[in-house]
């Protein structure tokens, strides 16, 4: 029998980055995971200078020999309607990165132990924790698993029942000669295209060789239909290359603001999708996952070994503060009648102010929100 003080199930940029703030705590941290890493992961995949900073990564240092595509202007549209293209000079806003690569570095630079190829079972309650896949003995879970997180499950949570779910469908694939030649996207400009439900948008952003393609809607009705719909718009646009191999992955997600999960109980704590973290207005979910696992990594340290409910609270006043309450209510946009929205959006979509300092600065971006303070990140360069 195996015995940890915490065990993280889910070895994701949340679940990683929870055991590397943990690295010089003196506490003993394992990652379980039913993959096998490097392992394919879909995702758009990009992340800001704040998450670099927050993980104290040299970006000089991670793109030596792995993707690491600067970012320096976007293109959005409301689909069909005109393009409005933000440059910000010389200045890098984000970075593009491959999830195979990047869950791969984080999670081997974790200082945990890591039980790889291991599929989560079971849990039953102990006198002192937990007893995982009746091989393991914790006195801490981490829910870190993602959406459809089995730990999230067993305290309640039921994926696709009462849950507004977004779901996505993406591809990423290494282009060809040919499919270079044909492909008109550019790496520093990533491409936004809103839908005109607004109900979900698509984008297209290469990294380097590598294209990547998707969609994601609030309403999963007819989504691969949408995917379809979306794909020959690029492609008579020009934007893409004309065949594209292999087929589109789906994942899902919850917002935060909608999410109902709660994020801890007694010796169990939820971070990441598995917690429903991703941003309200553009789904990104790699830094709220970040920033979960830096501040349940916090709070784990401060318990002091007490990993009831009540020491564990500071996790959820901690993510209160940087995120905001769930459940806030519509505001005055989503009481709008649909068609005057649409009207609305269509115009604000072709401002170049609002696609720049309200869509790009404040939805994706988050320009507005600084990194964490150095009481939550790592003191040394990785």
């Not at 990294?207 to 989504?223: Q, V």
């Not at 191999?245 to 801890?264: E, I, N, S, V």
Request: proline content about 5%.
């Amino acid at each position: 029998m195996s015995n940890y003080d915490v065990l993280i199930v889910g070895g994701g940029p949340a679940g990683s980055s929870l055991a590397w703030k943990l690295r010089d705590s003196g506490l003993s941290v394992a990652i379980l995971d039913k993959a096998h890493f490097p392992r394919d992961k879909i995702c758009a995949g990009w992340v800001t200078p704040a998450v670099l900073e927050e993980l104290a990564i040299d970006p000089d240092a991670y793109g030596l020999d792995r993707t690491l595509q600067p970012i320096t202007g976007f293109r959005i549209s409301q689909m069909g309607g005109r393009e409005v293209e933000t440059r910000y000079g010389d200045e890098v806003v984000s970075y593009g990165i491959r999830r195979c690569e990047f869950d791969d570095y984080l999670l081997q630079r974790s200082g945990a132990e890591l039980l790889l190829g291991r599929k989560f079972k079971s849990m039953q309650k102990t006198d002192s924790g937990w007893r995982v896949n009746d091989e393991i003995e914790t006195r801490l879970v981490v829910g870190a698993g993602g959406h459809f997180c089995p730990v999230a499950r067993a305290l309640g949570a039921r994926p696709g029942s009462g849950e507004i779910t977004v779901t996505a469908q993406e591809i990423e694939f290494e282009m060809t000669p040919p499919q270079l030649a044909e492909c008109k996207a550019e790496g520093e400009i990533p491409e936004l295209y809103f839908t005109r439900d607004l109900v979900g948008y698509g984008w297209v952003f290469r990294k380097g060789n590598y294209l990547n393609i998707g969609l994601g809607r609030e309403d999963s009705t007819r989504l691969s239909e949408h995917v379809e719909a979306f794909v020959r718009f690029l492609q008579e646009q020009g934007r893409i290359p004309a065949r594209i191999p292999g087929k589109f992955q789906g994942h899902a997600y919850l917002l935060y603001p909608k999410a109902r999960r709660d994020l801890l109980q007694d010796q169990v704590l939820l971070i990441g999708d598995a917690a429903g973290l991703a941003y309200a207005n553009s789904g990104e979910g790699i830094r709220p996952a970040v920033e979960s696992g830096l501040y349940a990594g916090y709070t784990i340290a401060q318990a002091n070994g007490d990993y009831r409910r009540e020491n564990l609270q500071a996790y959820v006043d901690l993510m209160t503060l940087r995120f905001g309450e769930r459940q806030p209510g519509p505001d005055i946009f989503d009481r709008l009648p649909a068609g005057l929205k649409r009207l609305i959006a269509r115009q604000l979509m072709q401002n170049h102010w609002f696609t720049r300092n309200v869509v790009m600065d404040n939805w994706f971006l988050h320009n507005n929100v600084p990194p964490l303070g150095i009481e939550f990140r790592g003191q040394s360069v990785a």
